[in-house]
């Protein structure tokens, strides 16, 4: 799927938000209860600490709050919105989560859903979204990422449990007049023949229904990676991908402001830089304090940047996003801000 060169009208990123859980587990923290070390963690992976939900707030706090952060940024009502898109694998809902925060949010006029593309969600989401917008369908868009994978991560196994962390994060997208487009371009891949080094597969477990009939009973096993496989897969597919997109619109990798990455791990943002040759200074990075967010890792660090005085106006960056599936893709923007 690429990007069509001729758009009814264009695409701007106007406002962005994030939420994070209360609750820290720094690396200290995990050697509790698993056989690790902060000295192992920090090296291998770029991370010190993570966010996970506790008792007392919920994937769909974190949503909402990320949502308001962003319309209060842009100074839009909820009611101006046509669409709430939830890119998540940890919905608190299988039917959906979405409608639940357009409701909260008082979104009324908008349609919601979720989709799920696991750590590449937030920026499918991003590229579907669009499409609305450049069609003429829709005029102002909320594209949340937000993930609890804190639920499914098996806390035993220290070979993926150091990874991961919840947050969730928000970024608005308006239709813009004239010829101005703010996305530039963008690519999209899958690959579910790969797709066993990272899964979070359904657990089948039978139960009888009635005489011999059986059903399956719903539920899924802890997360299962194959962190080698992964970690080669990242490294070789992001940088391929991001150098295609720059190549076919004539960019050079020099000329960008930053390069905002899924946040997995900082060996991956380093090799992907150095296969780019862009300066690790334009490497825009969190992990050290949340770990991977999954679908919240890019518009986290979106709004960090933003808030931080870091993302300007007319900034032009290039993010790539990547995990199960496999999945993969990369866009390219320049951010507007709100108006
Ligand atoms: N603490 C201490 N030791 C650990 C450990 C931990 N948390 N996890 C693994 N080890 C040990 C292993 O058991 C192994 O020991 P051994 O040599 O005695 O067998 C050793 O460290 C090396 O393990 P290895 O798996 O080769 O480490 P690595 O350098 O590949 O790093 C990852 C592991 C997971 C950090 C790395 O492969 C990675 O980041 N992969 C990508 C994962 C990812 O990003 N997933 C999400 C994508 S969206």
Request: with cysteine; hydrophobic share 40%; proline share 3%.
């Amino acid at each position: 799927m690429t990007a069509k060169q001729k758009s009814i009208s264009g695409v701007s990123f106007v406002g962005s938000g994030s939420a994070i859980p209360a609750q820290i587990i720094t690396n200290d923290q995990l050697a509790l209860r698993v056989d690790t070390n902060d000295d192992w963690i920090s090296t291998r992976t770029g991370i010190k600490q993570r966010r996970v939900l506790g008792p007392d707030e919920s994937f769909s706090d974190l949503c909402f709050q990320a949502s308001i952060s962003a319309l209060e940024m842009a100074k839009w009502g909820p009611e101006s919105l046509d669409l709430v898109l939830l890119a998540t694998s940890t919905p608190n809902d299988l039917f959906g989560s979405a409608p639940k925060i357009q409701a909260k949010l008082g979104a009324k006029n908008a349609v919601a859903f979720d989709l799920t593309a696991a750590c590449s969600g937030f920026l499918f989401a991003l590229v579907t979204a669009a499409q609305f917008l450049r069609n003429g369908s829709m005029k102002r868009v909320l594209v949340l990422g937000a993930d609890q994978l804190s639920s499914w991560v098996d806390w035993d196994d220290r070979k993926s449990c150091v990874l991961f962390g919840d947050a969730a994060g928000a970024l608005l997208m308006e239709s813009s007049e004239g010829n101005s487009d703010d996305l530039l371009g963008f690519k999209l891949r899958s690959d579910g023949s790969r797709g066993d080094c990272l899964n979070l597969f359904e657990k089948r477990h039978f139960q009888t229904l009635v005489n011999t009939n059986m059903y399956q009973q719903g539920g899924f096993s802890p997360i299962q990676m194959n962190g080698q496989e992964v970690y080669k897969f990242a490294v070789r597919e992001v940088p391929l991908i991001l150098q295609d997109l720059l190549k076919s619109h004539q960019i050079d990798p020099e000329s960008l402001d930053w390069l905002l990455l899924h946040q997995a791990n900082k060996r991956i943002l380093d090799a992907v830089a150095d296969r780019l040759r862009i300066s690790h200074s334009k490497v825009l990075s969190n992990l050290a304090n949340y770990g991977n967010t999954s679908a919240a890792t890019i518009p986290l660090m979106l709004d960090e940047a933003v808030r931080h005085g870091k993302i300007v106006q007319g900034d032009l960056i290039a993010s790539s996003g990547f995990g199960a599936g496999l999945s993969w893709g990369a866009a390219l923007f320049r951010w507007h801000g709100p108006s």
